[in-house]
């Protein structure tokens, strides 16, 4: 390899950042009327953009955050965790009108529901320099909102030379197969649904139907199997890979972490199998503590 091949080799991450508010050791999810306690709770940042550049960072991969964080209170409460996760904060944009954001997650028996806000544009001002950094080699868009709002960042990411990867993160009006989902894709190199999402945008429901379905639109797609492991497909090739077995306390980022585990192997080996089970290996780590970062378990 060349010294400029070296240094290509940082992974930027677009998205929202949330405050995320985490109840575990929930008996019962609440119900209207009624008011239910949990065990224990958690303030951590959150999003799939920076999860995934935590875990990413955590693995020894170069990433930039490409996010909008609000000046309110809550919003700066997250500044010592970000702070602290070895991510490159240069290219975070901070406006009054970009929080706060937060996400609270109910989480019961290893399944979790989510309420969350968005607040103001999730475009930073600094969305074309961040593009045109020295040293990126990959764009990861952490959801499908963002790229909606946002529909030229991976015509801009391609023309500067760049891979693109997204996870469209569950969104009730965005993710239906009448929304014109794929044709905002456009581009995209990778694709990370999980099995809920593959569903949702393709009416199929074997897990093999999906990928055929999904491969029609995207060169290479990842399918998250939760407790199940995951699959790929690329051209003719289908592969899969078993979940590894851990006590789990939390599955919010799973997903994300699973991405950044996946992205830090594919941008290095062409081994899809290798780059499952690394995808697999980050996703594990990240069930056994609350919250999505990989800070917690340390």
Same mark, same amino acid.
């Given at each position: 390899? !060349?010294?400029? !091949?070296?240094?290509?080799?940082?992974? #930027?991450?677009?998205?929202? !950042?949330?405050?995320?508010?985490?109840?575990?050791?929930?008996?019962?999810?609440?119900?209207?009327?009624?008011?239910?306690?949990?065990?224990? %709770? *958690?303030?951590?940042?959150?999003?799939?953009?920076?999860?995934? @550049?935590?875990?990413?960072?955590?693995?020894?991969?170069?990433?930039?955050? $490409?996010?909008? &964080?609000? *000046?309110?209170?809550?919003?700066?409460? &997250?500044?010592? +965790? $970000?702070?602290?996760?070895?991510?490159?904060?240069? =290219?975070?944009?901070?406006?009054?009108?970009?929080?706060?954001?937060?996400?609270?997650? #109910?989480?019961?028996?290893?399944?979790?529901?989510?309420?969350?806000?968005?607040?103001?544009?999730?475009?930073?001002?600094?969305? +074309?320099? @961040? =593009?045109?950094?020295?040293?990126? %080699?990959? #764009?990861?868009?952490?959801?499908?909102?963002?790229?909606? +709002?946002?529909?030229?960042?991976?015509?801009?990411?391609?023309?500067?030379? #760049? *891979?693109?990867?997204?996870?469209?993160?569950?969104?009730?009006? $965005?993710?239906?197969?009448?929304?014109?989902?794929?044709? !905002?894709?456009?581009? %995209?190199?990778?694709?990370?649904?999980?099995?809920?999402?593959?569903?949702?945008?393709?009416?199929?429901?074997?897990? +093999?139907?999906?990928?055929?379905?999904?491969?029609?639109?995207?060169?290479? %797609?990842?399918?998250?199997?939760?407790?199940?492991?995951?699959?790929?497909?690329?051209?003719? *090739?289908?592969?899969?890979?078993?979940?590894?077995?851990?006590?789990?306390?939390?599955?919010?980022?799973?997903?994300?972490?699973?991405?950044?585990?996946?992205?830090?192997?594919? =941008?290095?080996?062409?081994?899809?199998?290798?780059?499952?089970? @690394?995808?697999?290996?980050?996703?594990?780590?990240?069930?056994?503590?609350?919250?999505? @970062?990989?800070?917690? $378990? &340390?």
């Amino acid at each position: 390899m !060349t010294g400029t !091949t070296l240094q290509k080799n940082k992974v #930027l991450c677009l998205g929202r !950042t949330y405050c995320d508010i985490i109840f575990t050791g929930l008996h019962d999810m609440p119900t209207l009327g009624r008011e239910r306690f949990a065990k224990d %709770v *958690t303030i951590v940042a959150g999003g799939g953009a920076y999860i995934t @550049a935590a875990h990413l960072a955590y693995l020894g991969r170069a990433a930039a955050l $490409l996010t909008r &964080l609000g *000046t309110d209170p809550l919003s700066q409460a &997250l500044n010592p +965790e $970000l702070e602290a996760s070895g991510i490159d904060l240069g =290219l975070v944009e901070h406006s009054h009108d970009a929080g706060p954001q937060p996400t609270v997650a #109910l989480v019961k028996d290893g399944e979790r529901a989510f309420i969350s806000r968005r607040a103001g544009t999730s475009r930073p001002a600094t969305l +074309e320099k @961040a =593009l045109s950094t020295p040293g990126i %080699v990959h #764009l990861h868009i952490a959801e499908f909102a963002t790229l909606k +709002e946002n529909p030229d960042v991976v015509a801009i990411a391609k023309d500067r030379g #760049l *891979t693109v990867s997204l996870d469209p993160s569950w969104d009730d009006q $965005l993710i239906r197969r009448d929304s014109g989902f794929f044709e !905002t894709c456009s581009g %995209v190199d990778l694709f990370l649904p999980n099995v809920e999402e593959g569903k949702a945008l393709t009416g199929e429901t074997s897990e +093999e139907a999906i990928l055929r379905h999904l491969q029609a639109h995207f060169p290479l %797609v990842v399918l998250k199997r939760g407790e199940h492991g995951a699959m790929a497909s690329h051209a003719s *090739t289908f592969i899969s890979a078993e979940a590894l077995p851990v006590d789990v306390i939390d599955t919010t980022g799973a997903g994300d972490a699973f991405n950044a585990g996946f992205l830090h192997s594919w =941008l290095t080996t062409p081994d899809l199998e290798r780059s499952l089970v @690394a995808g697999i290996e980050a996703g594990a780590r990240s069930v056994q503590s609350a919250g999505g @970062a990989p800070t917690r $378990l &340390l």
